[in-house]
């Protein structure tokens, strides 16, 4: 195997000083542009790396970002990821991405192997069991800035990035009353988590301004997955009376939940009226479309990454808060549109 070239071999190539090889190689002005360009292309000719892991270290700074996110088949998530990368990029960081499946476990071991790799700055989007936050403590007293984003928790030496979840949660129960629905299902995720939590308090807040009643029962907390949206379907089949509004808190679980009830032969939205959360590619393509939360992923992670580059280089000016709250939207398609679908029915039913 081939040993590495190193400065020490180009200025014996060259008939130079170590130093001056250095110097050239990062750009000192003490070099002049002539001897830059034979050192640079006798650097090139003879394979020359740059070793900058040990640069780096120098300078205290390794250039990655950290990331953990829940899970890496999340849409949202490969949103806001693609909006980190963007931003790293172009500022010339890496991203070390990796995912705790939902299991505290995982995290704290994500957390320590970001730790030990010496990271710069860490983002976080906490997992479904995640009650405390220890396992972020030492990157903290270290002066390693640390951000929470879409799944966060309250911490004063954190920046948490959310949307209002309780307003949007709002905006969507109360369009579905809007159409006529007055039994509505909440399907929701675990709630610990703040996202899910201010979902359901939406969920309750726009039923009690329209006086209709809060049951447990209409409330149903699974994994919001694929999976978890078929299994809500057929325990809203086996409700009596059926309801008439569904309320899912992500777009995958809504789309399953969907499917499954329109093959048990539900009329979507005549017969149940279904919103779903986070404007996923599969909420255009689903039929009938499915109305949902417009949720700023990309954004999200740019402005993340933005807000971490502005604490890894110790400047705070320019953020607002401890918690920075995107805007988010109700986007109005065909599978909550149960009021036009009436309209339609009643010159039919006389």
């Not at 130079?16 to 292309?41: C, F, G, M, W, Y």
């Not at 790293?88 to 995982?106: D, H, M, P, R």
């Not at 918690?323 to 039913?349: F, H, M, Q, W, Y």
């Amino acid at each position: 195997m081939e040993k590495d070239i190193t400065i020490y071999d180009i200025a014996r190539e060259l008939d130079l000083s170590p130093t001056t090889i250095s110097r050239a190689l990062n750009d000192h002005p003490a070099v002049n542009q002539k001897t830059k360009q034979r050192i640079s292309e006798a650097a090139a000719q003879m394979g020359y790396r740059s070793n900058l892991f040990a640069s780096n270290l120098r300078k205290q700074r390794t250039n990655t970002i950290g990331l953990i996110v829940p899970r890496l088949d999340s849409p949202f998530h490969s949103s806001a990821i693609a909006g980190m990368e963007k931003i790293a990029n172009e500022e010339g960081y890496n991203l070390i991405i990796s995912q705790s499946l939902e299991t505290v476990q995982k995290e704290i071991a994500n957390a320590k192997t970001m730790f030990d790799s010496r990271v710069d700055g860490l983002l976080v989007s906490l997992s479904f069991e995640t009650e405390n936050l220890d396992h972020f403590e030492r990157f903290i007293s270290k002066g390693i800035p640390v951000i929470f984003y879409d799944r966060v928790a309250e911490h004063k030496d954190c920046t948490s990035i959310v949307i209002d979840n309780l307003q949007a949660a709002y905006k969507a129960t109360s369009h579905l009353i809007e159409q006529g629905c007055s039994n509505i299902v909440h399907i929701t995720g675990n709630l610990k988590r703040n996202v899910y939590a201010d979902r359901l308090k939406g969920y309750k807040y726009a039923l009690i301004d329209h006086n209709l009643p809060f049951t447990e029962c209409n409330v149903l907390t699974g994994q919001m997955t694929e999976e978890a949206g078929r299994q809500a379907a057929e325990q809203i089949l086996a409700m009596d009376p059926l309801p008439d509004g569904i309320f899912v808190s992500n777009d995958t679980c809504a789309v399953s939940c969907l499917k499954t009830l329109k093959q048990a032969g539900i009329s979507i939205p005549r017969d149940m009226a279904i919103i779903g959360f986070n404007n996923d590619l599969t909420s255009r393509v689903v039929e009938p479309n499915l109305t949902t939360i417009n949720y700023p992923g990309q954004e999200m992670g740019e402005v993340a990454l933005k807000v971490l580059l502005m604490q890894i280089n110790g400047s705070t000016e320019g953020i607002p808060s401890n918690t920075i709250n995107l805007r988010s939207d109700l986007i109005i398609r065909e599978s909550s549109l149960r009021g036009k679908v009436l309209a339609k029915k009643k010159p039919l039913l006389l």
